[in-house]
């Protein structure tokens, strides 16, 4: 299978703690997208990297919030200290810059709960 | 003021019926593209279709199809001839220039079950 894989699937956690997500994007997709989404809404963006490169970040991404993709390749998404409002599925999405019809192709979520 | 409207949070067809789902969007810029994304119950988003601002034609991709609306700013996905298997959410989304060509804007989405 050679789409986008997300580690872990789900993830429990207690208020308070750090957790850490893992994204892998299709082999030559040089984009990767982070998006949050909560219940009965559709995905909000939180940021997105070129490359290694960390080129936007939406006003939703807190500084509890960080994410990384070191070599290019897989990013990891960490929140700090959550908060039982961080409760959502995290999305990656990569892609390929090809202008207009550039697609997003998505993984299957993590879906992190807070207790 | 929202970017993409669904206006239908659930829709019920019949199997081997057609069903259109409706999204309206809001920009001011000329050259923007409009997607749509299925989401089953196991979370992950699939691409469906895509249409460009200066596209003439509607899109289609097999049983997908797009009646693109420009002047209304409407983009409705029509399926057709609808499978159980076509059961789950899809959202409508945007492209445009002000995102800086690069992120999506989602709508909320539309709930649509096929029965048999």
């Known amino acids: 299978d050679t789409g986008v894989s997300q580690n872990p699937r789900h993830k429990i956690t207690k208020r308070g703690q750090n957790v850490t997500f893992r994204c892998d994007p299709i082999s030559e997709h040089n984009r990767l997208y982070w998006y949050r989404q909560t219940l009965g809404q559709g995905p909000e963006f939180l940021t997105y990297?070129?490359?290694?490169?960390?080129?936007?970040k939406s006003r939703l991404l807190s500084d509890r919030f960080s994410a990384e993709r070191p070599k290019g390749s897989f990013s990891t998404l960490e929140i700090q200290r959550t908060e039982q409002g961080d409760s959502a599925m995290y999305l990656c999405?990569?892609?390929?810059?090809?202008?207009?019809?550039?697609?997003?192709?998505f993984g299957p979520g993590t879906r992190l709960l807070v207790l | 003021a929202q970017k993409i409207t669904q206006t239908q949070p659930g829709m019920f067809v019949q199997e081997k019926e057609a069903v259109t789902l409706d999204c309206t969007y809001d920009t001011s810029d000329q050259s923007y593209g409009l997607f749509w994304y299925k989401q089953p119950s196991s979370g992950e988003m699939i691409f469906l279709i895509y249409?460009?601002?200066?596209?003439?034609q509607n899109a289609t991709e097999g049983r997908y199809s797009l009646n693109f609306q420009k002047a209304r700013k409407s983009a409705n996905l029509v399926i057709s001839a609808s499978q159980l298997g076509d059961s789950a959410m899809y959202f409508c989304a945007m492209r445009e220039a002000l995102s800086g060509y690069s992120t999506l804007t989602f709508g909320k989405g539309t709930m649509l079950l096929v029965s048999p």
């Open positions: 999405a990569s892609s390929q810059r090809q202008g207009w019809q550039e697609t997003q192709y």
């Open positions: 990297f070129q490359n290694e490169a960390q080129l936007e």
């Open positions: 249409q460009g601002s200066y596209d003439e």
